[in-house]
Nanobody
Framework: QVQLVESGGGSVQAGGSLRLSCAAS????????MSWFRQAPGKEREFVAT????????RYADSVLGRFTISRDNAKNTVYLQMNSLKPEDTAVYYC???????????????WGQGTQVTVSS
C-alpha cells in the first residue's frame, strides 16, 4: 500500500507563486512515476505534469508549460510542483499520483493523495 500526502496549497493573488509537495510512504518504490493532476469546480480532473523515477523525463500540460516546474527528491520520496505566474484559471484542488508506468490520464494511476486547494484571486 502506498500513501501520498500533499501540502503547500493556499490562496495567492494572480502572478504569485506556490510550491506544492507530495510525500510518499508505505510500499512506495522510487522508480514509480509521479504526477500532478488538478480538478477545478465543474471540471474533470486534468493532467498537469509528470516525472520519471530518474527525473530525466518530464512532461507538462500545455496550460502550465513555462510556468510550472515538477521535480522529485527520491531520498525523501517526495515530488514537488513549483507554480509561478499563477492565474485565476489555475484555481483547483491539486492531487499527486503515482504508478509504475506513467501516463497522462487519471484512470492510469492507482495511488492518489487527498488533494490540496490552490486558489488564485484576480
Amino acid at each position: 500500500q502506498v500513501q501520498l500526502v500533499e501540502s503547500g496549497g493556499g490562496s495567492v493573488q494572480a502572478g504569485g507563486s506556490l510550491r506544492l509537495s507530495c510525500a510518499a510512504s508505505g510500499r512506495f518504490f522510487s522508480r514509480y512515476y509521479m504526477s500532478w493532476f488538478r480538478q477545478a469546480p465543474g471540471k474533470e480532473r486534468e493532467f498537469v505534469a509528470t516525472i520519471t523515477w530518474s527525473g530525466s523525463g518530464i512532461r507538462y500540460a500545455d496550460s502550465v508549460l513555462g510556468r510550472f516546474t515538477i521535480s522529485r527528491d527520491n531520498a525523501k520520496n517526495t515530488v514537488y510542483l513549483q507554480m509561478n505566474s499563477l492565474k485565476p484559471e489555475d484555481t483547483a484542488v491539486y492531487y499527486c499520483a503515482a504508478n509504475n508506468l506513467g501516463g497522462f490520464r487519471s484512470t492510469e494511476y492507482n495511488y492518489w493523495g487527498q488533494g490540496t486547494q490552490v486558489t488564485v484571486s484576480s
